[in-house]
């Protein structure tokens, strides 16, 4: 069983900066893609940004140039670095991984609040 386990978030001032780490355990087989999404109250849950085993990173536009997205493959953890932080951010953010030859083969964490004030 894939166990994702989340750190870092809380509360931080506009123009902050946070960390969160993702640390994936329990997979057999070689896990795809990891990333992060978020959901804001109200809202429906969107990606936020994702790196593919072949490192190829994605971005959501509201972020470019403001999150860092990283991956250690050889410990399964994903990182993403927030920085210029706006209160728009504010939501609760997750973990995924995608494991294709697994099933079921995405798993999500059990998210962790950003909270941005202005």
């Known amino acids: 069983q894939v166990q994702l386990v989340e750190s870092g978030g809380g509360l931080v001032q506009a123009g902050g900066s946070l960390r969160l780490s993702c640390a994936a355990s329990?997979?057999?087989?070689?896990?795809?893609?990891m990333g992060w999404y978020r959901q804001a109250l109200g809202k429906q849950r969107e990606l936020v940004a994702l790196v593919a085993s072949g490192e190829s990173i994605n971005y959501a536009d509201s972020v470019k140039g403001r999150f860092t997205i990283s991956r250690d493959n050889a410990k399964n953890t994903v990182d993403l670095q927030m920085d210029s932080l706006k209160p728009e951010d504010t939501a609760v953010y997750y973990c995924?991984?995608?494991?294709?030859?697994?099933?079921?083969?995405?798993?999500w964490g059990q998210g962790t609040q950003v909270t941005v004030s202005s």
């Open positions: 995924n991984v995608y494991i294709p030859d697994s099933f079921p083969y995405m798993y």
């Open positions: 329990g997979s057999r087989f070689e896990i795809n893609r």
